[in-house]
């Protein structure tokens, strides 16, 4: 599976953008999807997943952040809103190895290779 994240970019803080993830291969549907993030100098860190049980977001991107998918396009979105300094990080999509995806990265089996996100006035 290869996955192409796209839609980054620079932004001022309270702004939006949408990130997009499309995946190659097959049985899309089938697998959870999620977006990680790391910054400069920090651990990557988990930021939202969608998937058979629903959704899940990190407290810091709660109410800010939404994860969407469409199963016809093999694509996740991450709809991003009142961008923080602190959101800036490459942002990584990743593919889980069940339907059954979580906050833990151990649960992912493949990555794209991210999108840079910059929050800066």
């Known amino acids: 599976v290869q996955l192409q994240a796209s839609g980054g970019g620079l932004v001022q803080p309270g702004g939006s953008l949408r990130l997009s993830c499309v995946a190659s291969g097959r049985a899309f549907r089938n697998y959870g999807m999620g977006w990680f993030r790391q910054a400069p100098g920090k651990e990557r860190e988990f930021v939202a997943t969608?998937?058979?049980?629903?959704?899940i977001y990190a407290d810091s991107v709660q109410g800010r952040f939404n994860i969407s998918r469409d199963n016809a396009k093999n694509t996740v979105y991450l709809q991003m809103n009142s961008l923080k300094p602190e959101d800036t990080a490459v942002y990584y999509c990743?593919?889980?190895?069940?339907?059954?995806?979580?906050?833990?990265?151990?649960?992912?089996?493949?990555w794209g290779h991210g999108t840079q996100v910059t929050v800066s006035s």
């Open positions: 990743a593919q889980g190895a069940s339907p059954y995806s979580n906050r833990d990265a151990r649960t992912y089996k493949s």
């Open positions: 969608v998937n058979w049980g629903g959704k």
